[in-house]
T-cell receptor, first 114, second 112 residues
């Protein structure tokens, strides 16, 4: 099992460019999440999904869109990148069967927006 | 506002010193509590979690945490730290709906 994987690992964008981050999990998890990690702010939830075809907003959704067309994949899109979106992005997944269960994280994507 | 607070942003210890990292949350009702660790250059991994039952929870690598409901706290402890414990530690709360709310993290540096 690879667990949770993310592509790409690192990306540099210019302001206004678009890109898509891909998250994949091979654990048959129902729930998937996108977080951003910024210094001194911990991890903040951007969007999440409770199943294939469903998405919901998290704490900081502005400027991002997501899609969950397949159960194993959760895509995070930036339509027009801004320097404020420079961050490390983490994807996570969980089975969704109970409240106390663990979220499993991917290795992260470092994004620099110039 | 509902939140998770980690009061120590940076902690520096010598090897073999004891560690206690504070975590307080402001959610009412039933919560599930977690400590995650992020070693340099790596992704987050679960250290331990509290779901129900014994409020003293033991995790991996000799870490433990105590849930004190009256104090809304879930402090992380380790009796004797090692250089390999150098990492960033995040407390997180699941207030329901399968969502985690993270604290701002504590960077621990253990000097050999």
């Amino acid at each position: 099992n690879a667990g949770v994987t993310q592509t790409p690992k690192f990306r540099v964008l210019k302001t206004g460019q678009s890109m898509t981050l891909l998250c994949a999990q091979d654990m048959n998890h129902e729930y998937m999440y996108w977080y951003r990690q910024d210094p001194g702010m911990g991890l903040r939830l951007i969007h999440y999904s409770v199943g294939e075809g469903t998405t919901a907003k998290g704490e900081v959704p502005d400027g991002y869109n997501v899609s969950r067309l397949k159960k194993q994949n959760f895509l995070l899109g930036l339509e027009s990148a801004a320097p404020s979106q420079t961050s490390v992005y983490f994807c996570a997944s969980s089975s969704g069967t109970s409240l106390g269960e663990t979220q499993y994280f991917g290795p992260g994507t470092r994004l620099l927006v110039l | 506002a509902q939140s998770v607070s980690q009061h120590n942003h940076h902690v520096i210890l010598s090897e073999a010193a004891s560690l206690e990292l504070g975590c307080n949350y402001s959610y009412g009702g039933t919560v599930n509590l977690f400590w995650y660790v992020q070693y340099p250059g790596q992704h987050l991994q679960l250290l331990l979690k509290y779901f129900s039952g014994d409020p003293l929870v033991k995790g991996i690598k000799g870490f433990e945490a105590e849930f004190i409901k009256s104090k809304f706290s879930f402090n992380l402890r380790k009796p004797s730290v090692q250089w390999s414990d150098t990492a960033e530690y995040f407390c997180a709360v699941n207030p329901g709906f399968q969502k985690l709310v993270f604290g701002t993290g504590t960077r621990l540096l253990v000097s050999p």
